[in-house]
């Protein structure tokens, strides 16, 4: 089984604010599916009124990031699938649920994780 990462940017849900509740209900639909499936690892949003921090290897922290990652935000789901087209099934769920396409990522099999 691998882990796959299904997300989007914040600014790519284009949804009126009146169709927000119904947009929620359908996306934590497609998650009770998943984890009814067995398939769930984790799912969630950052949260924007946090500000990240970076942490160096010595322990200092500062309030910036990477320049590549200044506009990271949106929603996510982790799900482990046993094939790229279940992850493109269930990433064609969530981009039906939220109203917006989903990007799709496979990470990298490490047997310590």
Same mark, same amino acid.
């Given at each position: 089984?691998?882990?796959?990462?299904? !997300?989007?940017?914040?600014?790519?849900? #284009?949804?009126?604010?009146? #169709? +927000?509740?119904?947009?929620?209900?359908?996306?934590?639909?497609?998650?009770?599916?998943?984890?009814?499936?067995?398939?769930?690892?984790?799912?969630?949003?950052?949260?924007?009124?946090?500000?990240?921090?970076?942490?160096?290897?010595?322990?200092?922290?500062?309030?910036?990031?990477?320049?590549?990652?200044? #506009?990271? #935000?949106?929603?996510?789901?982790?799900?482990?699938?046993? !094939?790229?087209?279940?992850?493109?099934?269930?990433?064609?769920? +969530?981009?039906?649920?939220?109203?917006?396409?989903?990007?799709?990522?496979?990470?990298?099999?490490?047997?310590? !994780?």
């Amino acid at each position: 089984m691998t882990k796959f990462l299904i !997300s989007f940017p914040a600014q790519a849900m #284009d949804v009126p604010a009146k #169709d +927000l509740p119904a947009v929620g209900e359908a996306a934590r639909q497609v998650i009770r599916e998943a984890k009814a499936a067995g398939v769930y690892v984790f799912a969630g949003g950052l949260n924007g009124a946090v500000p990240p921090l970076r942490v160096a290897a010595d322990g200092t922290a500062t309030h910036d990031t990477y320049p590549q990652t200044k #506009d990271f #935000d949106g929603g996510f789901c982790v799900l482990e699938l046993p !094939s790229r087209e279940a992850a493109l099934h269930w990433a064609a769920k +969530l981009a039906e649920a939220c109203r917006c396409a989903q990007e799709l990522r496979e990470f990298g099999h490490d047997p310590e !994780s």
